[in-house]
Each structure stands twice: as structure tokens, then as C-alpha cells.
């Protein structure tokens, strides 16, 4: 059974931007009890702070809007896909995201990644150190994590981070912790995947895909880990219609500045799915640019989720 997950509108992509200021929440909230009574499994938000690629307008924190949700949700699971690493020190993301697993009732899924978006690095101010320092920093807060969900009183002393007595209570309630999902395809960080990772999260096509998977399973017989035993997820930007040609025109006229992923009929959204069910995956992610049209997230529940 493959598992449907939608993201959040928050304004990363615009979406946003032609709704009034004050009907904005409503219009998230209104998406999220849909998807509570529609079959959603997952609801996941961004981990970013301004729209991309430098537009300006309106884009709410992803972890203040997941803190909101959980306690006003009840079914569905809640995550972001995925935290940027270098955001937060992680003896304090352990504790909000323990906090979060409570407040949700043990719904959370944690994701997180090294962090690539340069431009809002610096508009920030953040150091956006190399890539290899942001794996070894991610891998070093996974360590610190895990430690605080799991141990009573976890110290830690690495390059970049250290804790000492660090008590995390209350505990998260999912055990051993909330699974982790960690994003990206970098060889660097399929490793880290494969140390601590209960869930991967990586894009492309069918040969891009494969050749991940081949990395990973690589990277797992280095650790003498199982690859099976780390589920796969993937996140695309879907646009759904009657007919490929009026999926396009759609997209056309929502210019959200990113292409879709997935554009056409359900029948070609199924398809897509099914193919990559092949290739392992078990989670799809979709962030869907007219989530506000009532008829679009009809034919979502009758053409695509009630048939996976």
C-alpha cells in the first residue's frame, strides 16, 4: 500500500500570494481538515524562511505552523521535509521536536538534512560551510538526538556540537523515537542514511533513482545494515486534471516558477506512482499548487488516493 503525503501550503512557492492577508490561515487550515477526512496519510511542511528563488511575499516558519497543527489534528502524521540542520542547535531541536511528539500525541515524523539553499543561508546570516562539513555536522546532531530521545542523561563531545547532562523529559512518545526521514542524495549523506536513517528521502528519474538506490545499498553493507529495512519517500510537486492537455494549460496558468514533477490525468499520477512503488518507494509527498480549488482536491481523492 503506498502511503500519500501532502505538503503544507505555507508560501515557499507563491501560493500564497493572490489569497487576502486575512483569509490565508483559513485557507491552510481548510487543506488540513481536508486531508484529515480524505485518506492523507502525511502532512509535512518546508523548512524555509522566505519564498524561493528571492520572490518576495508571505511564507510562514515551518516548525511555529507544525506546532500549530499538531495539537488541532488528530489522524494524520505531521513532519517537515525536511529541517535544515544548520538552522537549529540540536540539543534544542531534540527537545522541540519531543515536545512536538507529545502536543500530537505521537504523530510526528522527524526529517531533517544538511541544508542546501545558499542564498537563504546568507540572508539569514548563517555560515554555509561545504558540503562535507554539513553531512558531518547533520551526523554529529543525529548522534546528540538520538541520545537525548533515548538516553537519561546523554553527553556528547564532537567537532561541532557537545552536550553534557543534557536531560530531554519528557521523552518523545513514539519508541524507540519518532521515525527519522533524511533528505537528500549526495553519497555523503546516503551515508548518514544509512547509520540513522529509518527513512530516506531522495528525487529523480527512474535511472537517477536507481542509481541512488544502488548507492545506498552500498552505503548499508559498509554499516552491515539491511537496505530494507529504510523505507523510501519521495516529494513532487503534482499537478492534477481531467486530461494531460488540461493539466499543462493548468500549470501554464498557475506559473508557481518550479516545473511539476507530475502533470496530467489521475490515470498518468497512478502510473507515475506505481513505477516508483516499483523502485521501492513506500511514501509520495505531493505539494500541489492549486490546493484552494475544491475540484482538484476531489478528483485527488477519487482518481489517485482512494486507489492506492
Same mark, same amino acid.
Request: hydrophobic share 35%; net charge positive; aromatic share 12%.
Given at each position: 500500500?503506498?502511503?500519500?503525503?501532502?505538503?503544507?501550503?505555507?508560501?515557499?512557492? $507563491?501560493?500564497?500570494? &493572490?489569497?487576502?492577508?486575512?483569509?490565508?490561515?483559513?485557507?491552510?487550515?481548510?487543506?488540513?481538515?481536508?486531508?484529515?477526512?480524505?485518506?492523507?496519510? +502525511?502532512?509535512?511542511?518546508?523548512?524555509?524562511?522566505?519564498?524561493?528563488?528571492?520572490?518576495?511575499?508571505?511564507? =510562514?516558519?515551518?516548525?511555529?505552523?507544525?506546532?500549530?497543527?499538531?495539537?488541532?489534528?488528530?489522524?494524520? /502524521?505531521?513532519?517537515?521535509?525536511?529541517?535544515?540542520?544548520?538552522? /537549529?542547535?540540536?540539543?534544542?531541536?531534540?527537545?522541540?521536536?519531543?515536545? *512536538?511528539?507529545?502536543?500530537?500525541?505521537? /504523530?510526528?515524523?522527524?526529517?531533517?538534512?544538511?541544508?542546501?539553499?545558499?542564498?537563504?543561508? /546568507?540572508?539569514?546570516?548563517?555560515?554555509?560551510? &561545504?558540503?562535507?562539513?554539513?553531512?558531518?555536522?547533520?551526523?554529529?546532531?543525529?548522534?546528540?538526538?538520538?541520545?537525548?530521545? !533515548?538516553?537519561?542523561?546523554?553527553?556528547?563531545?564532537?567537532?561541532?556540537?557537545?552536550?553534557?547532562?543534557?536531560?530531554?523529559?519528557?521523552?518523545?512518545?513514539?519508541?524507540?523515537?519518532?521515525?527519522?526521514?533524511?533528505?537528500?542524495? +549526495?553519497?555523503?549523506?546516503?551515508?548518514?542514511?544509512?547509520?540513522?536513517?529509518?527513512? %530516506?528521502?531522495?528525487?529523480?528519474?527512474?535511472?537517477? *533513482?536507481?542509481?541512488?538506490?544502488?548507492?545506498?545499498?552500498?552505503? !548499508?553493507?559498509?554499516? $552491515?545494515?539491511?537496505?530494507?529495512?529504510?523505507?523510501? +519517500?519521495?516529494?513532487?510537486?503534482? *499537478?492534477? %486534471? %481531467?486530461?494531460?492537455?488540461?493539466?499543462?494549460?493548468?500549470?501554464?496558468?498557475?506559473?508557481?516558477? *518550479?516545473?511539476?514533477?507530475? !502533470?496530467?490525468? +489521475?490515470?498518468?499520477?497512478?502510473?507515475?506512482?506505481?513505477?516508483?512503488?516499483?523502485?521501492?518507494?513506500?511514501?509520495?509527498? =505531493?505539494?500541489?499548487?492549486?490546493?484552494?480549488?475544491?475540484?482538484?482536491?476531489?478528483?485527488?481523492?477519487?482518481?489517485?488516493?482512494?486507489?492506492?
Amino acid at each position: 500500500m503506498a502511503l500519500f503525503g501532502l505538503i503544507v501550503p505555507q508560501g515557499w512557492h $507563491g501560493e500564497l500570494n &493572490n489569497i487576502p492577508s486575512e483569509k490565508r490561515v483559513d485557507a491552510i487550515l481548510n487543506l488540513v481538515e481536508w486531508a484529515e477526512g480524505s485518506k492523507v496519510e +502525511s502532512l509535512w511542511l518546508y523548512d524555509h524562511f522566505t519564498q524561493y528563488r528571492g520572490s518576495i511575499g508571505h511564507c =510562514f516558519e515551518g516548525w511555529m505552523l507544525l506546532s500549530y497543527l499538531a495539537p488541532i489534528t488528530h489522524r494524520v /502524521r505531521l513532519g517537515m521535509l525536511v529541517l535544515c540542520n544548520s538552522y /537549529r542547535n540540536p540539543a534544542l531541536l531534540a527537545k522541540m521536536a519531543a515536545t *512536538v511528539d507529545n502536543i500530537s500525541q505521537g /504523530r510526528l515524523e522527524f526529517g531533517i538534512g544538511a541544508g542546501w539553499y545558499e542564498a537563504e543561508y /546568507r540572508s539569514y546570516g548563517y555560515i554555509y560551510p &561545504n558540503l562535507s562539513t554539513r553531512v558531518s555536522m547533520l551526523e554529529e546532531s543525529l548522534k546528540i538526538v538520538k541520545k537525548m530521545w !533515548c538516553e537519561e542523561k546523554p553527553s556528547f563531545k564532537g567537532r561541532y556540537y557537545s552536550i553534557k547532562d543534557a536531560y530531554c523529559y519528557p521523552k518523545p512518545i513514539q519508541r524507540p523515537h519518532p521515525p527519522i526521514t533524511v533528505g537528500g542524495g +549526495s553519497r555523503l549523506t546516503l551515508k548518514v542514511v544509512a547509520k540513522y536513517a529509518d527513512w %530516506s528521502n531522495f528525487g529523480g528519474g527512474v535511472d537517477r *533513482v536507481k542509481q541512488l538506490n544502488t548507492v545506498l545499498e552500498e552505503c !548499508c553493507r559498509s554499516v $552491515g545494515r539491511d537496505a530494507k529495512s529504510i523505507r523510501r +519517500s519521495i516529494h513532487w510537486v503534482g *499537478v492534477l %486534471s %481531467s486530461t494531460r492537455d488540461d493539466a499543462l494549460e493548468k500549470a501554464r496558468r498557475l506559473n508557481t516558477g *518550479v516545473e511539476p514533477h507530475v !502533470c496530467g490525468s +489521475s490515470e498518468e499520477w497512478l502510473t507515475t506512482i506505481n513505477a516508483y512503488r516499483d523502485l521501492g518507494f513506500e511514501r509520495f509527498i =505531493f505539494f500541489l499548487p492549486d490546493f484552494y480549488d475544491q475540484r482538484s482536491l476531489e478528483l485527488l481523492y477519487e482518481g489517485v488516493i482512494s486507489k492506492l
